[in-house]
């Protein structure tokens, strides 16, 4: 799954990038056994890395409207405990939010060492919907591309680990999910008459995100993206990615404190 990962000054035409890739290596049956042991891995790194409390992750999830978000952070963020997780969504900003410049509510909500972040939408709304519903002029969302990546890069070098996701549907797939979501009673709450606005601006939506996903992917915090239209194989892709770069940080549990090994229990 390596290869979903992009590079520091890729290009990206999501055309080339099909939603419905399911790799080689796993059928859905399989996929749900692998699931369940890197649920079981993921348990047993976080427990090191909160006590290590040496670094932060921080997860972004971006996607189109019903590509998978929601879902995403119920299915893969399972395996973690709550005490060290949180899960921050972010909507259309509040009054004060927008008094302050972007960066302000997501700055306070990046998780502190020892803490895994998950951000269900991010500051790249403020370069996608900004950009595509012209919430802003272009000078504007323009210039955010780099200050987003002077922003992470702050974040990395102060022991941050940021892993982004994006959630690739197709727009058949996203026509059936809101479909479903206009028809089943259940899923109601989840649509607004403003998605439907969204779902017109579908190739503004993918032209916004090709470019987010080359502008803004770097060696500290690159974008991974996810074929989606399988939820299982979404599921995969993300928590395999998260469990890889939990090992790769070869955390320790930290040494006893002074005095311990003199000390009995009687
Ligand atoms: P949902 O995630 O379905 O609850 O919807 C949240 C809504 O908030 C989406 O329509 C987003 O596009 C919108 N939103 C999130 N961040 C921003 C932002 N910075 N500016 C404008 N709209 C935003
Ligand atoms: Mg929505």
């Given at each position: 799954m390596e290869h979903l990962t992009l590079h520091e000054g890729c290009r990206v035409k999501l055309d080339d990038w099909d939603p419905d890739d399911t790799g080689k290596d796993f059928d859905k049956n399989s996929a749900l056994t692998e699931l369940d042991t890197l649920h079981q891995q993921m348990a047993d790194l976080q427990e090191v890395f909160y006590a290590s409390g040496k670094y932060a992750l921080l997860i972004v999830l971006q996607a189109m409207d019903a590509g998978g978000k929601d879902g995403t952070v119920s299915h893969v963020m399972r395996g973690l405990n709550p005490a060290g997780c949180a899960v921050t969504p972010f909507k259309v900003p509040s009054a004060e939010e927008l008094s302050?410049?972007?960066l302000w509510r997501i700055h306070k909500a990046v998780p502190a060492r020892g803490q895994i972040g998950i951000f269900?939408?991010?500051?790249y709304e403020d370069v996608l919907v900004v950009r595509v519903m012209q919430l802003a002029p272009e000078k504007i969302w323009r210039a955010r591309f780099e200050q987003i990546n002077s922003f992470e890069k702050n974040l990395a070098q102060n022991n941050v680990i940021i892993l982004k996701f994006f959630l690739h549907i197709s727009h058949t797939e996203q026509t059936e999910r809101l479909r479903a979501r206009l028809e089943d009673p259940t899923k109601n709450w989840k649509i607004t008459p403003s998605d439907l606005e969204m779902r017109t601006k579908w190739s503004d939506y993918q032209k916004a995100y090709e470019e987010v996903l080359e502008c803004c992917t770097t060696e500290y915090a690159p974008w991974t993206i996810v074929p989606a239209n399988k939820k299982w194989y979404r599921n995969l892709v993300v928590a395999a990615k998260i469990v890889k770069t939990l090992k790769s940080l070869d955390l320790h549990f930290p040494p006893p404190a002074p005095g311990l090994e003199k000390i009995r229990i009687e």
């Open positions: 302050h410049d972007f269900n939408r991010s500051h």
